[in-house]
Structures are given as C-alpha cells and as structure tokens.
C-alpha cells in the first residue's frame, strides 16, 4: 500500500506541475514556463522517499547522476530550439527526444562502467 500510495502523491505532484506550466504559457510571461519546468518538485519527492529507504549515500550517488543528466536536458533543448527553425514543432520535438535518448542511453553506459 505504501508503494501504491507513494506514485499516486508522486502523480498528484506531476500533474500539478503541468497545470502550472500550461497556465503560464499562456500569459506574457510564457517564458518561466521553461523554468517551472526545471522545478524538482518529483525529484524532491523521490529523494525523500530514497533517503528513508536507502539512506543519505544513496541519495548522493543519484544526486551527482542527477548533475550530468542536465547536459542531456540541456542538449534536448539546443537541438529543439535549431530544428524549430526548419521543421515543425512535432518533428522538432521527435528528433529532440531521439537526441536525448541517445545522449541518456550513453550517459547511463558510461555511468555504469565506472559504478
């Protein structure tokens, strides 16, 4: 039950967060959108959660994977923002993810070669 209860407070908070971020974008500050985005509100809820169950160096070791998932988010943005000035925003958004799988998927085989 505590598992079940867990990812629904987990869905709340995600859910409230793409409410926030769909109002926003629709005002003159459509801008911060973006940033609300960054807000790690399930992140908080998930190191909560990790810490009670695994400990303080758990959570450190997923804090510093955590760090150098930001350059994939980063490059998913910067291949976004080059592909809107040639394609759509669907195709942008396919090609955008398929970098960023790529970039994760190389991050996670680095990252578990010297863990």
Not at 13 to 38: D, F
Not at 46 to 54: G, K, S
Request: charged fraction near 10%; charge should be positive; aromatic fraction near 16%.
């Amino acid at each position: 039950m505590d598992f079940q209860l867990n990812l629904l407070i987990k869905c709340i908070v995600a859910v409230i967060i793409m409410v926030i971020v769909h109002y926003i974008s629709k005002t003159n500050n459509y801008y911060i959108a973006g940033l609300i985005l960054s807000f790690p509100g399930l992140s908080i809820i998930a190191y909560y959660f990790m810490y009670l169950e695994q400990g303080a160096s758990k959570v450190r070791v997923t804090t510093y994977f955590a760090m150098l998932s930001a350059i994939t988010f980063v490059i998913f943005l910067l291949v976004l923002n080059f592909t809107l000035k040639k394609y759509n925003i669907y195709n942008s958004i396919l090609i955008a993810s398929l970098v960023w799988v790529t970039t994760s998927s190389i991050l996670i085989v680095i990252w578990k070669s010297y863990n």
